[in-house]
């Protein structure tokens, strides 16, 4: 049974890609949004400042694993949207 282990402290995603958050070049990040009742985008950067890899919209009071490379960031439309890695162990 694998089991989900924390990586780093949680934070509040920035606004833009020149605020994107690599979390330490995780490979995987738990996105959340704690908003109750907005849906918020949430995008993938080549890298901090850098192309737009691809986006969706998180649902209130949802979350997803969002796997990515070392050096992709993420933002997100509102601070609401919270980012932590994490990583699996058997």
Do not use: Q, W
């Not at 601070?79 to 058997?90: L, R, T």
Request: without cysteine; positive net charge; charged residues 10%.
């Amino acid at each position: 049974m694998a089991r989900l282990l924390l990586k780093g402290e949680e934070a509040a995603l920035g606004a833009n890609t020149g605020a994107a958050n690599i979390f330490s070049n995780a490979r995987l990040v738990r996105v959340v949004n704690t908003n109750t009742s907005n849906a918020y985008l949430v995008t993938l950067v080549a890298s901090v400042g850098g192309a737009v890899l691809g986006s969706f919209s998180l649902a209130p009071s949802s979350s997803v694993e969002l796997e990515k490379e070392p050096l992709n960031g993420i933002f997100a439309a509102n601070a609401a949207v919270k980012g932590a890695a994490v990583g699996y162990s058997n």
